[in-house]
């Protein structure tokens, strides 16, 4: 019980601190390294206060308190699937448009190769397996092409914009999905949440249709009387508002939808 109270008292300042992002090239790097330290502390701790706990005594307890080292390491832990938005189908050449992967080997565990530019080519590929891949190096945009490559990077369209009814194929890893097509990519601009802080800004408006989940882009809450009070009112399910004379819209993600487009007012993230 001692120990269960010493590693609660552990994991608050954790919970806390769950902003805070670990290594972006080790997702499981928590765990094992986690778990080894603190069970070896806990058994060193025992042993050097009370030699006479047995072994078996001593493994239980160690036992009894990995739901807690677990608890520690999660609230350490990130996700690193993004929410996306289909921006169209792009012209890609041997010069590849989105490049951001030029010079990595790996991103996360995957294996990046090189026979047809920086991609990362799986056989299971689907859009949110790309985006999932993408999301290790916090890239603004990802492009799927050929049915099973998938390329990341910080800009796109430098080749122009392709008709729509060039990505015509299927991912590989998803047949209900498109994965652009011969030199086309189907190119999605990624969305990651804001920073877990109580402090808004106010942000040069960005606007994507997030295709990659379900449920309202946005709720209106009105009579609202200033900007501070639509700030105030974003709490559950919002990271981002647009105030604008007594409407407050609450976003779901940190961006603009389409249909605001012609929406006045200040947006603040």
Not at 215 to 223: A, D, L, M, S
């Amino acid at each position: 019980r001692i120990h269960r109270d010493r590693l609660a008292r552990r994991c608050a300042p954790l919970r806390a601190a769950i902003a805070t992002p670990p290594p972006q090239d080790e997702l499981g790097s928590c765990i094992k390294p986690a778990v080894l330290q603190l069970a070896r502390g806990t058994k060193a701790k025992a042993h050097s206060v009370s030699v006479r706990l047995s072994t078996a005594a001593l493994t239980m307890q160690t036992l009894s308190i990995l739901p807690l080292i677990l608890c520690c390491c999660i609230a350490l832990g990130h996700s690193l699937g993004a929410e996306f938005g289909l921006l169209g189908c792009f012209v890609d050449t041997g010069d590849r448009d989105i490049n951001g992967l030029n010079g990595w080997s790996t991103i996360g565990p995957y294996s990046v190769t090189w026979n047809s530019g920086g991609t990362v080519e799986l056989s299971s590929m689907t859009v949110q397996l790309c985006s999932e891949i993408c999301a290790y190096g916090k890239f603004r945009y990802f492009g799927v092409q050929y049915s099973s490559s998938c390329f990341c990077g910080n800009s796109y369209g430098r080749h122009g914009r392709a008709a729509d009814s060039d990505c015509n194929m299927e991912c590989s890893g998803n047949t209900a999905q498109i994965c652009g097509g011969a030199y086309r990519n189907s190119v999605y601009r990624q969305v990651y949440n804001r920073p877990d802080s109580k402090h808004f800004t106010l942000a040069d408006r960005d606007y994507v249709n997030v295709t990659s989940t379900s449920g309202p882009f946005y709720r209106n809450e009105q009579p609202v009387r200033s900007l501070t009070e639509c700030v105030y009112r974003c709490e559950a399910d919002c990271q981002a508002v647009l105030f604008h004379l007594d409407a407050c819209h609450l976003l779901r993600f940190p961006v603009l939808p389409h249909v605001l487009k012609n929406e006045a007012g200040k947006f603040a993230i």
